[in-house]
């Protein structure tokens, strides 16, 4: 008989998220959550050994004295959020802009008086080391208290070699000192700094010659990202720096097709990205190239709702052509001020239509797969990852129906319960 460290049972339902389909999860298999009713986790060394009905789950489990038992009976147990794009590290926020917007003021307009991006440039830039990874602690504790427990975080608001370097060090930092996993992106080319406001081509070569090599040789980061927009990085420039990365050993991310139909989802394509995120503005051909590339469709209703943008990603046509889809938060201080996955499924719901098992599937193990992390994270399945979110409700429904508040119960992340239960063992 397995021994395990701690058992959550009775669960009224356990989503385990497995399914037929191996890799990202299309079309009807995105309503594949794997409800196991009257359902049990057993845990240990921080990885799932079991996961079936209680009384199966019982039946294959010693149980000792050091044994942590959760009765999770009236609550739903699911894994945790893979929040798979976040911009999380930032030295101030920017209330001023949002209430600019709500007044009128287009975002790219903000952005082009030197607002926007360039504001976070500045003041991130100021910011020490210490500083920044102080900010962002509260915030990866309001992630976890919603429920997420691996993120993906960018750099992007240095924008100079020692400021990006200094900010995937805080992102190192936090993976160091928080129980949330979070997975590195360099994100040099977020924007054009303002220094080199006429002088692009020479931004660029310091990207492709001094920051991409400094970052895969120190593994600074995992992948690679760029803001491929109209007035940002074109298409002939995304491809270099997206190549030189790829030459580097860096997986790619492009922002594509957020506020313009510029093409990033098909560069995403033709250079087999792991995913192209926002996708607002996508076209039939962008849709199926992905596809037939693999690349993931990163969704991300918290930019729109943020921004005040009517168009919202069509989801449904992307899933309804067979195109897999991912949800986040691109929590981040300009376009989408949120930690909170479940306000996300909400979104993805009601403005996108997508179903609440699209939205749950979305984002776990398809998140977990547009960061290359599905063989540890997404999923309630023996080997992976122990992160596991009890929730207060009693259909899984209810977490994208009943919007704006946390009906988070506990979080299990790295051997701990967060908030810890009176007299649990932290085995
Ligand atoms: O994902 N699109 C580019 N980057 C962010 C916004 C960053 C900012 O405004 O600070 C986004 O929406
Ligand atoms: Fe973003």
Not at 26 to 53: F, N, P, Q, Y
Not at 258 to 265: C, D, H, I, P, V
Not at 307 to 326: C, F, N, S, W
Not at 397 to 408: A, C, F, K, Q, T
Request: with cysteine; hydrophobic share 40%; charged share 25%.
């Amino acid at each position: 008989m397995k021994s395990s460290t701690l058992i959550v049972k009775n669960a009224r339902q356990v989503l385990t998220m497995r399914s037929d389909q191996d890799g990202p999860r299309t079309r009807e298999h995105m309503e594949d959550v794997g409800i196991i009713e009257d359902g049990a986790v057993a845990v240990s060394e921080g990885k799932i050994v079991a996961a079936g009905k209680t009384k199966e789950v019982l039946g294959q489990i010693k149980i000792d004295d050091k044994t942590n038992v959760i009765n999770a009976s009236n609550k739903v147990v699911l894994p945790g959020f893979v929040d798979c794009h976040t911009h999380p590290v930032f030295a101030a926020t920017r209330e001023e802009e949002f209430e600019m917007r709500i007044k009128g003021r287009p975002y790219q307009e903000i952005a082009a008086a030197g607002g926007g991006i360039k504001s976070s440039v500045r003041t991130l830039r100021v910011a020490s080391k210490q500083e920044l990874v102080e900010l962002t602690l509260p915030r990866l504790d309001r992630m976890m208290s919603y429920g997420t427990t691996t993120i993906e975080a960018k750099s992007g608001y240095g924008l100079s070699l020692d400021d990006e370097i200094k900010m995937l060090e805080v992102i190192e930092e936090l993976n160091r000192l928080h129980p949330i996993d979070l997975i590195p992106t360099f994100l040099g080319a977020h924007e054009i700094p303002e220094e080199y406001k006429d002088r692009r081509d020479e931004y660029i070569r310091l990207i492709v010659e001094k920051m991409i090599p400094e970052v895969a040789k120190r593994k600074l980061a995992v992948f690679c990202d760029i803001f491929c927009e109209k007035g940002v990085f074109d298409i002939e420039e995304s491809r270099k720096i997206l190549g030189a990365a790829k030459g580097h050993g860096l997986k790619l991310k492009l922002h594509a097709d957020q506020l313009t139909a510029l093409g990033g989802s098909k560069l995403a394509a033709e250079l087999g990205a792991v995913s192209a995120d926002h996708l607002e503005f996508i076209d039939d051909e962008g849709i199926e190239m992905m596809k037939q590339a693999g690349v993931i469709g990163v969704l991300l209703p918290g930019a729109c709702f943020g921004l005040g943008m009517t168009e919202y990603p069509p989801a449904r046509k992307m899933i309804d052509q067979g195109l897999p889809v991912a949800l986040a938060t691109d929590f981040n201080p300009g376009s989408s001020m949120t930690e909170s996955m479940p306000m996300i499924l909400s979104m993805a719901c009601l403005m996108m239509k997508m179903s609440p098992a699209e939205a749950l599937v979305a984002s776990t193990i398809n998140s977990a797969h547009a960061v290359d992390s599905a063989e540890e994270v997404g999923s309630i399945e023996v080997g992976k990852k122990a992160d596991l979110v009890i929730w207060n409700v009693q259909d899984y429904r209810e977490i994208p129906y009943h919007y704006g508040v946390n009906l988070v119960h506990q979080v299990i992340k790295k051997r701990g319960i967060f908030p810890q239960d009176e007299g649990a063992n932290k085995g």
